[in-house]
């Protein structure tokens, strides 16, 4: 059966999630970057969205205005990006915010790991590339701020419904998925790179 | 410039290749993701891989980008010497990408430097990045356009080895560069490798690697030979689809080289994402042309 995560999300609803978890997730997913971080951690400027109990999109969509409705936007793509990049501000932007849930792809750090034990968060993957799947998952655009920062930077207020799959990849417990494929990665390399050195011996 | 009356025809065929670029990918890079499917076991792996199809075919049948970043855009010229239009190709790629831009749309992903703002028609200074090849007595003109996303042009890198550091060092890097950044970058990757003399040379050729067909081989038999060791060495540590483990790691490994100085070996290495979108588009003189890339495309 889906799991499925709604918001307003409770610390409760994620107690049980273990890294490798696929869940869904309905209700706000509303996305920020780069930018969205740095103005609110480096810059101190408040945040023009309440993203308490809330999940957050690393994410710079293809958005299209509506010709009928100015102002009004409609997804055209969007999955997820690089969430790697916002670790440096990522533990301080979840306990600034309460924010529950964060989507994006690839691994994070240390950082990230201690925000969401302390705060009780969790961060999640969308297969990366799959941006048309992620699209037919949004159900309305209900707003954008910030769009001074051109349009993957801005902040993009999406409902979305089912929206997965969403791949736990650090957990509440201080898990962390791609950090422990990443110590098995390591392993492995030494004897096979060392095997394939044994053929290079190509200088005269 | 004055441009002729033929002008509007090429930006308009150049504008129709890059929007479709951003919705289907090579035949190649298909092949090869239906072959590596197959032999995933994992629920993780086939959820992605299952994902991964879907969206493509979503992207193909609603027609949309099938990936959010659709890039800076590069192109990647190899003009005859003759081609009627060669004053004009420059200015006819750059609006190209403004007409593309909205054509397809394609996001907008040229940020000025300094300036920190967003152009907001994929135009810039020295953007579209175009490389160019001059192929002498000939009227006709290959254009490869490549949209890398920002996810796979992360793990980029470039560095000048000591000799004595021979090729073992090649592999060291590349390796290193593949387990940490890599499965960051939406594999399975394409690994395109320059090895010369110089850093910036290095870093040129490891890109024109990417635009070799997935399943070619360099011109060199050791060169051959390292590729394939090192695709089979990538596939054995098993980074799998998306970086959550599988059964291989990497679509291929391409290898291009240039004579290198006596005092250095520079390596140079970029990566493609498994949504490789890459094209391939021969323009005869007459503005007549064939998709060499996607069969049966139209435009």
Redesign the interface.
């Known amino acids: 059966m889906k799991k499925i995560l709604t918001t307003p999300i409770q610390d409760a609803d994620l107690e049980s999630l273990n890294i490798?978890d696929?869940v869904y997730l309905s209700g706000y997913l509303i996305t920020g970057r780069d930018d969205v971080h740095q103005r609110l951690i480096k810059q101190h400027r408040p945040l023009p969205v309440d993203l308490a109990g809330k999940a957050i999109f690393h994410?710079?969509?293809?958005m299209?205005e509506i010709a009928a409705q100015p102002g009004r936007y409609e997804v055209?793509?969007?999955?997820p990006?690089?969430?790697?990049?916002m670790e440096k501000y990522e533990r301080e932007f979840i306990a600034a915010t309460g924010l529950k849930v964060i989507v994006g792809?690839?691994?994070m750090g240390p950082n990230t790991v201690e925000g969401c034990k302390k705060y009780k968060a969790i961060h999640t993957?969308f297969?990366?590339?799959?941006?048309?799947?992620a699209?037919?998952c949004v159900e309305e655009v209900e707003r954008v701020e910030w769009l001074d920062?051109?349009?993957?930077?801005a902040m993009w207020v999406m409902r979305v419904k089912e929206f997965g799959?969403l791949?736990v990849s650090i957990d509440t417990h201080g898990g962390n998925?791609?950090e422990q494929?990443?110590a098995?990665?390591?392993q492995?390399?030494g004897p096979?790179?060392d095997?394939?050195?044994t053929?290079?011996?190509?200088?005269d | 410039m004055e441009h002729s009356e033929k002008y509007q025809d090429l930006v308009r065929l150049l504008a129709s290749m890059t929007a479709y670029t951003s919705k289907h990918l090579p035949d190649d890079v298909l092949a090869k993701l239906k072959e590596l499917r197959t032999q995933e076991t994992t629920p993780?792996a086939k959820?992605?891989y299952d994902?991964?199809f879907?969206?493509l075919d979503?992207?193909n049948k609603?027609d949309?980008?099938?990936?959010?970043?659709?890039g800076v855009i590069q192109y990647f010229v190899q003009m005859g010497s003759h081609f009627p239009y060669v004053d004009e190709m420059e200015d006819a790629l750059r609006d190209a990408v403004k007409v593309a831009t909205k054509m397809a749309?394609?996001?907008?992903?040229a940020?000025e430097i300094f300036d920190e703002?967003?152009t907001?028609n994929n135009v810039g200074t020295r953007i579209p990045w175009i490389d160019w090849e001059v192929v002498p007595q000939r009227d006709d003109v290959r254009v490869y356009t490549y949209l890398a996303?920002?996810?796979c042009s992360?793990p980029g890198t470039a560095k000048v080895l000591m000799?004595?550091e021979?090729?073992?060092g090649v592999?060291?890097f590349v390796?290193?560069q593949i387990?940490?950044y890599g499965?960051?970058?939406?594999p399975p990757l394409l690994v395109g490798v320059g090895i010369a003399g110089s850093v910036e040379v290095a870093a040129k050729l490891s890109k024109k690697a990417l635009l070799r067909p997935i399943g070619s081989r360099n011109s060199n038999p050791?060169g051959a030979?390292?590729e394939q060791?090192?695709e089979k060495?990538l596939n054995?540590?098993?980074?799998g689809?998306?970086?959550?483990?599988g059964a291989n790691s990497v679509m291929g490994v391409h290898i291009e080289q240039a004579a290198r100085h006596p005092a250095t070996i520079a390596v140079g290495l970029s990566t493609g994402?498994?949504?490789h979108r890459r094209s391939l588009l021969h323009i005869f003189a007459d503005l007549s042309y064939e998709v060499l890339s996607h069969k049966g495309a139209e435009l």
């Not at chain 1, 297969?127 to 799947?133: E, F, I, Q, R, T």
């Not at chain 2, 499965?183 to 939406?186: L, Q, T």
């Not at chain 2, 054995?236 to 980074?239: F, K, L, R």
Request: with cysteine.
């Open positions: 490798g696929i994410a710079g969509p293809i299209r055209i793509s969007v999955g990006t690089t969430s790697m990049r792809k690839g691994g993957v297969p990366g590339g799959c941006a048309v799947l699209a037919q920062l051109g349009m993957p930077e799959p791949i998925l791609f494929n990443k098995i990665f390591n492995k390399k096979i790179v095997e394939i050195c053929h290079l011996d190509f200088l | 993780l959820v992605v994902s991964m879907t969206d979503m992207a609603l949309r980008p099938c990936c959010q970043d659709t749309p394609l996001r907008h992903n940020v703002k967003n907001g996303g920002g996810g992360l000799p004595l021979g090729y073992e592999v060291k390796f290193d387990t940490s499965i960051n970058a939406c050791r030979m390292m060791r090192m060495g054995e540590i098993q980074i689809p998306g970086g959550l483990t994402c498994w949504a």
